[in-house]
């Protein structure tokens, strides 16, 4: 079996989104300065489907975190849309177009049930109504020996902390204050969450740290 | 004129000290861990008049934190005692004994005035009720040419962010979540606040993370 693992974009006061998310502004106000580190390199823009771009400290980093996955966990505001709301209109398939960077199932965490939604290159969403265990074990099956990632939000990721169930964690630590917004390490309860640190790399305009989930 | 810098020990979740401190407990429950990566240091040891020691990536750090300060800044909760109230019995002396390890003058941001208070090796404890710009000011004066450092907490640090009066800010990041207690980049109201990463150096239980707040 794999490791659970999540890696994500963090501000310097412990934000993975800004304040007011919309249609417009996925990652809230002053989100996307999160993602200011990633977007110029090759490796994000390849696996866009652009060519070109920077290869730095960071590139290491994101290979790593996209090696070896096999599945993904996404909690339901990241897969959107941001109004809420059942989407039994049919009509939302995530907000990466019709061929989604995944390439492997991706399993969303929401209280309304949809048939699963198979797209371009590989990637076909679940919808998991029955808890976050279910979602893993279903990730975990479809995963095979490989790794479960949880693309986030904060909530997903909180949820899998709290259970215990996290193994690896890396922080995308940006220079940024955002002030508000989804915070990660909120609402952990009386979890006694116990980490390990595993590694830092310094890059431009962020550091990676990477920590390890101690049972 | 020098810098006005502080480095802090801060959780991944974002605190510089956890809940309910008490004259039993500094740093508030669960605080202390947050000094774990420096207690065992050389450095840490010798200015606090112990022997021995282990020398790591942190010591440089550390080493270069105390380098060049002339004087420095300090909260009232963090000069205590966390019982509050005025100290017009004054008796009490801070949390560092008759010879603190500052050997320089020492500006408490407080309400209550009270007369200096000088210690053995060079400390001086100034009590200074108009503001923390006085309190820069007459750090500033004291320090001549040399940086005046903020030692915390949370609140003092937070207040010359939101003036953007810091110059430098280094994070000592600790993998310990406190759940609560003093949250650094609080009540940074409509100041905004930006940052340049200058470098990360990982070390045995900590990273280190420079900042330079950008005008």
Redesign the interface.
Known sequence: MGKLRSDISIS???FVAGPNQSEENPLGEGGERLHDWVVPLAAWRESHGYEGGEVNESARVVEEARENVGAALMGRNMFGPPSGGPWDDGQWTGWWGDDPPYHYPVFILTHHPRDPLEMEGGTTFHFVTDGIESALDQAREAAGAKDVTIWGGAQAVNQYLAAGLLDELE?H?V???L?DGAR??DN?GDAE?K???V????AP???H?R?RLVR
Chains 1, 2 share one sequence.
């Open positions: 310097l006061d412990g922080l630590v220079p940024v204050l002030g990660l390490f952990l969450v980490l390990e640190q590694r830092a790399v310094e305009g962020v550091t740290l920590y």
